[in-house]
């Protein structure tokens, strides 16, 4: 069965740095999301990603969040300058069809450390 | 209040009992409902996906909206072990914002 993969399954990283999270969607989905999850915390809505540029995106997707579409198949989530409050665990998501409010399906998720 | 609420838990039950877990919402946009199993520091995966009021089966599983209350509802029917795990509902608004909006998730421990 098709799945969403994400790498690396856990970073550390140090406050400042820049980390990026990639993402392989389900090869025929056309949508693409990232959710993030703080320890404890519900899930949370980050941008979501179509026709390679951003469709929606939330107030925590700041300057300093970026997501990119490099080739065919990865999608990535930039962090630009790491704070201690960006630890958390990270979701990839997509779905198929642009037409109908399809179903999102989740990757693994990287969890990230900021120290 | 908070746009989606849902019971935390635990909600512990013995195996073959049937399990109601329940959420609420206050932003009557809302149109799709999803509800997805989580297992501890996994990817939610998803259970039921239902469009706008009324009711869906599949399998064990039955999930039931009903919007003139804002109120959703995931049943599991003969509960195994193997079903415990936090259950997270979600929902988004449609026509283009497909942002899921998710509740906290219950704890659910089904004993053998």
């Known amino acids: 069965e098709p799945e969403v993969t994400q790498t690396p399954s856990h970073q550390v990283t140090q406050m400042g740095q820049e980390v990026i999270l990639r993402c392989v969607p389900i090869s025929n989905h056309l949508y693409f999301y990232w959710y993030r999850q703080i320890l404890g915390q519900k899930v949370e809505f980050l941008v979501s990603?179509?026709?390679?540029?951003?469709?929606?995106k939330s107030e925590i997707f700041d300057d300093q969040f970026s997501v990119e579409r490099p080739d065919g198949s990865n999608f990535t989530l930039k962090i630009r300058s790491t704070k201690l409050e960006d630890s958390a665990m990270y979701f990839c998501?997509?779905?198929?069809?642009?037409?109908?409010?399809?179903?999102?399906?989740f990757g693994p998720g990287t969890r990230l450390l900021v120290l | 209040q908070k746009e989606v609420e849902q019971d935390p838990g635990p909600l512990s039950v013995p195996e073959g009992a049937i399990v109601s877990l329940n959420c609420t919402y206050s932003n009557s946009a809302f149109q799709y409902f999803m509800w997805y199993r989580q297992y501890s520091r996994k990817g939610p995966e998803l259970l039921m996906y239902?469009?706008?009021?009324g009711n869906k089966e599949d399998g064990r599983f039955t999930a039931q909206v009903d919007k003139s209350s804002k109120y959703i509802s995931l049943f599991i029917r003969d509960s195994q072990p193997s079903d415990s795990a936090t259950y997270l509902c979600?929902?988004?608004?449609?026509?283009?914002?497909?942002?899921?909006?998710f509740g906290s998730g219950t704890r659910l421990q089904v004993q053998p």
């Open positions: 239902t469009y706008s009021s």
């Open positions: 998501a997509s779905s198929e069809h642009p037409g109908t409010q399809e179903t999102q399906y």
């Open positions: 979600a929902m988004s608004v449609g026509a283009g914002r497909r942002a899921l909006t």
């Open positions: 990603f179509y026709n390679n540029e951003i469709s929606e």
